[in-house]
Each structure stands twice: as structure tokens, then as C-alpha cells.
């Protein structure tokens, strides 16, 4: 960018670009959410977000890891109904998670069992 040069961004679009800037990566919008759940359901949920972010890497934010466990659910019981597109989603969605090495792996396996 030239000096003097403005771009009239909104504050959460130029947040994203400058940290694709810095990290380059892209980064999506996001959204912080707020529900309630019991104390006696925390256990549970700690549970789940933390096998959840074993399988995923421990690079994985917990959002990520609450996608895949309700990307999952969906995708089980939409397979009753057989609609599977959630399926179709959920798998799409985790093999982009997948290190480029481990989607490589996957693709050369997935011509093997053919």
C-alpha cells in the first residue's frame, strides 16, 4: 500500500485482514456465542471438547472441536432418515482439518479399498 492510500474497510473485515497478513492464513468471520448450561453437565461437555480435540490435533480451537462433535451427531441421525448429506458435510469438513500429509494418505488409502 502507498503511503496516504485508505481503504474503507468495516473494523471486523480489516481485524481479518491483517491477520492474514500476519499469519498468513485466511481466517473466516466469527461470532462468540453465549448459552447456559448446568454444572452438572460441564463434565460432559469437557469431556467431549477434549477427546474431540485429541483426534483433531491439539492445534484445533474448541470451536472447531464443538463442530466435529455436533457435525457427528447430525450426520448419525440424519443417516436414519437417509439424508446424508450431514454426512457428506461433516466428512468434507473434517478431511479440510486433515494436514496436508495425513489428506494425502487418506486419498492413496481410499484408492487402495476401492
Known sequence: MHPGCTIDLPREEFKREVEKHLTGQ???PWEIMY??????????IEQALETAGLMLGDEKSRGYCLEMICADFLAGANL???DIKALRLALD???GLLPTSEQQEFLENLGTTS
Open 80 to 82: 436414519e432418515s437417509g
Open 35 to 44: 448459552f447456559k448450561v448446568y454444572k452438572s453437565q460441564l463434565p460432559v
Open 26 to 28: 485466511e481466517t473466516e
Open 93 to 95: 469438513r473434517l478431511f
